[in-house]
């Protein structure tokens, strides 16, 4: 059993998060800009109400806890720069630091890095990744924030596109780079459901495999 805050919490992936950790036997500290979005009502859930890039809003939150997991997402813009996961995920790491907590879990996408994409499928080069570039763009600037971080046990969970479903039981497959490759090398054309997102995420608090590390992650 662990103690974890979510940001995020509100979110499609982030319910799905909330829920399973609670299913799971953990205590979880859902730290949300708006309450009455999250539905879930639980013995081991805790509510409270911050502002995501405010070091100080966020740091009395943290404390005592063993985990930061982070399902933040923001719109994408075509008239200016994304900057939300850049500028929420600095104001948590020095939360973080202050509240003396280490071992941070975050999601992105695949293809954040700008040129690795060129082996996706047509439609997924030429048309997805233009329309959500400015999302991918500020989610690789927050990647290369964290690898600076050196004091911060912080793994990068890279989903391709989301699918609106419960976890499964289907196994996982992991690439560490910014997409899973197929046998062919070219990255596999599959979505994968939220909840294995967010069921993925909660694994990795039970080991060192991917820490400090970007993964990609997708079911078989």
Same mark, same amino acid.
């Given at each position: 059993?662990?103690?974890?805050?979510?940001?995020?919490?509100?979110?499609?992936?982030?319910?799905?998060?909330?829920?399973?950790?609670?299913?799971?036997?953990?205590?979880?500290?859902?730290?949300?800009?708006?309450?009455?979005?999250?539905?879930?009502?639980?013995?081991?859930?805790?509510?409270?109400?911050?502002?995501?890039?405010?070091?100080?809003?966020?740091?009395?939150?943290?404390?005592?806890?063993?985990?930061?997991?982070?399902?933040?997402?923001?719109?994408?813009?075509?008239?200016?720069?994304?900057?939300?996961?850049?500028?929420? #995920?600095?104001?948590? &790491?020095?939360?973080?630091?202050? +509240?003396?907590?280490?071992?941070?879990?975050?999601? @992105?996408?695949?293809? *954040?890095?700008?040129?690795?994409?060129?082996?996706?499928?047509?439609?997924?080069?030429?048309?997805?990744?233009?329309?959500?570039?400015?999302?991918?763009?500020?989610?690789?600037?927050?990647?290369?924030?964290?690898?600076?971080?050196?004091?911060?046990?912080?793994?990068?969970?890279?989903?391709?596109?989301?699918?609106?479903?419960?976890?499964?039981?289907?196994?996982?497959?992991?690439?560490?780079?910014?997409?899973?490759?197929?046998?062919?090398?070219?990255? #596999?054309?599959?979505? &994968?459901?939220?909840?294995?997102? +967010?069921?993925?995420?909660?694994?990795?608090?039970? @080991?060192?495999?991917? *820490?400090?590390?970007?993964?990609?992650?997708?079911?078989?």
């Amino acid at each position: 059993m662990m103690k974890i805050a979510v940001l995020g919490a509100t979110g499609q992936t982030g319910q799905h998060l909330v829920q399973q950790a609670l299913q799971q036997g953990h205590c979880v500290t859902a730290v949300v800009r708006n309450p009455a979005k999250l539905i879930v009502q639980h013995d081991n859930l805790k509510v409270v109400e911050a502002n995501i890039f405010s070091k100080d809003s966020l740091k009395n939150h943290f404390e005592g806890h063993d985990a930061v997991m982070s399902c933040l997402g923001f719109s994408t813009s075509f008239f200016s720069a994304v900057t939300g996961y850049t500028q929420s #995920m600095e104001a948590t &790491v020095e939360a973080m630091r202050e +509240a003396k907590v280490n071992r941070l879990i975050t999601m @992105t996408s695949w293809y *954040t890095e700008p040129n690795s994409g060129v082996e996706s499928p047509y439609f997924i080069r030429f048309l997805l990744l233009p329309m959500i570039r400015s999302v991918l763009t500020n989610m690789f600037q927050m990647e290369q924030f964290l690898q600076k971080a050196n004091d911060i046990d912080w793994t990068v969970v890279r989903p391709p596109g989301l699918r609106n479903q419960p976890a499964s039981a289907l196994e996982f497959l992991t690439h560490e780079g910014y997409f899973v490759p197929s046998s062919s090398g070219a990255p #596999m054309s599959i979505a &994968v459901a939220r909840g294995d997102v +967010a069921r993925f995420m909660l694994s990795l608090l039970n @080991t060192d495999a991917w *820490t400090k590390k970007g993964v990609a992650m997708s079911t078989n």
